[in-house]
């Protein structure tokens, strides 16, 4: 049993340097049309930032999200007039930190080679705002190896002590600290929303690196090898009266049996789970660790009148255990969750609402990222077909990944299906599926397929 969450987040606002939210907040996020367009600011940025907003526009995009925060990465740039393969810098920001926000964190951000001597992040929102287009600034979190590798003391520690550099671990005052510093400073720029990503006990899959394993590894043994152990989760296990060490040994003693070729049976995880002493109140601890967190941030940007918007990559059960993610939870302060709709058929929308809802709760705007070409679809009617079942299945909200990564042509897509659906709010839509999908499905195969086991990250 969960017993003390009142406690969670006093060591944290001591070190904050700016009042702590109020804990009355209007979230002013009601269902409406959200038309979104990732993108990434060098591509807004070589595009020129004018010529991206009016592009935007004549799209009937209400939205870009454009990110403010991102993870390392290689891009294959179709259409950017200057580089056609990008390598992007790890961990850094877009936008332009200021003191008043990061003068007192122990973390100081990475600003981006890109934005060191000019706002590009304002420039771009505010030549989309003057085209009557808003920003959503799309923010990854806690996955940030450049600020685990020079402040290795605040990642996820593994149940072996090893470090996970990959990982900001969110128990962790500090981490806490610069995100919040990061939200408020991002609310100071005239945007709609924040996008969150990667809010969560990063797992230890994560493919930020060449993984090399030369042994299977079962969902239960991913899980533990998952599960932080670090001194702020230690010390949270004990207001939470829970024996973090004694969690700690037992899951030790699982994993060195499973190394030593025990432990093979793939039964459902949750036995697996109540198989180990104390590992279920461990990770509703961390359920509500990552909630209450995740609160914090909610409530500082709703006081500035933005809205929240949680990235919940792959997720449409309530529970998620290796990330920690209760999506029920998160969704109490969230203005929609998002979430992929990749490799996915348009008929699946509604089921996949459906089952976001029974999640999270029916009151939660649903959000769908979609590919507008590569995998998923192959000519405009692909593009329509998913902005249209999706809505009509009961979405709120697409935004259409990425406008560097897809070619040029895809925007003109994306126009037509956004104008489809507005056009055919009211009309009734019958779902035609043209050709033969299981030939076009295979016709895929035949491209190479970039290495991302968890796509959209
Ligand atoms: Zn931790």
């Not at 249209?388 to 042509?409: M, P």
Request: contains cysteine; aromatic residues 10%.
């Amino acid at each position: 049993m969960v017993k003390s969450r009142k406690h969670e987040s006093s060591d944290l606002k001591k070190i904050t340097a700016y009042p702590s939210p109020s804990s009355e907040h209007s979230i002013p996020g009601a269902a409406h049309d959200y038309f979104s367009m990732y993108c990434y600011a060098w591509d807004a940025l070589d595009e020129g930032p004018a010529s991206f907003a009016r592009l935007a526009r004549e799209a009937g995009l209400t939205n870009i999200s454009l990110a403010a925060s991102y993870h390392g990465g290689k891009a294959l740039l179709p259409h950017n007039a200057r580089h056609h393969v990008y390598f992007i810098e790890d961990g850094a920001v877009y936008f332009r930190p200021s003191r008043r926000f990061f003068g007192t964190t122990k973390l100081k951000p990475r600003i981006s080679r890109i934005a060191a001597n000019r706002d590009i992040f304002r420039d771009v929102v505010e030549a989309c705002g003057k085209r009557g287009v808003a920003t959503t600034a799309w923010t990854v979190a806690l996955h940030n190896t450049y600020l685990g590798t020079t402040y290795p003391e605040v990642t996820t520690e593994n149940v072996f002590g090893d470090r996970y550099l990959h990982s900001l671990c969110p128990s962790q005052p500090h981490v806490m600290a610069y995100l919040l510093a990061l939200a408020a400073n991002l609310a100071m720029y005239p945007i709609d929303a924040v996008e969150v990503e990667t809010f969560e006990f990063i797992p230890f899959r994560h493919y930020a690196f060449v993984e090399k394993e030369g042994m299977g590894v079962t969902p239960l043994a991913s899980l533990l090898l998952s599960l932080c152990f670090c001194p702020a989760c230690l010390s949270v296990a004990k207001r939470f009266h829970i024996n973090a060490l004694a969690v700690r040994k037992a899951v030790s003693r699982w994993l060195n049996h499973y190394f030593n070729g025990e432990n093979r049976s793939l039964g459902p995880i949750e036995s697996g789970i109540s198989s180990i002493p104390g590992l279920g109140e461990y990770l509703n601890m961390r359920f509500n660790v990552l909630a209450d967190r995740f609160k914090d941030i909610a409530e500082l940007l709703h006081d500035e009148k933005k809205r929240v918007i949680f990235l919940a990559i792959g997720q449409e059960r309530r529970l998620d255990y290796p990330t920690g993610v209760d999506l029920k939870l998160i969704a109490k302060n969230s203005d929609a969750i998002e979430t992929l709709f990749y490799n996915r058929h348009p008929q699946e929308a509604a089921g996949t609402v459906r089952a976001i809802h029974k999640a999270a709760g029916s009151n939660v705007n649903v959000y769908f990222a979609v590919r507008p070409g590569h995998p998923d679809a192959e000519d405009a009617g692909g593009v329509i077909r998913m902005t249209n079942s999706i809505l009509k299945g009961g979405g709120n909200g697409i935004s259409y990944y990425n406008f560097g990564l897809f070619e040029k042509f895809h925007v003109d897509w994306i126009r037509r299906a956004i104008g489809q659906a507005k056009d055919g709010k009211n009309k009734p839509f019958r779902m035609s599926v043209k050709g033969d999908m299981s030939r076009k499905y295979k016709a895929r195969e035949n491209f190479v397929t970039a290495n991302v086991l968890r796509p959209g990250i």
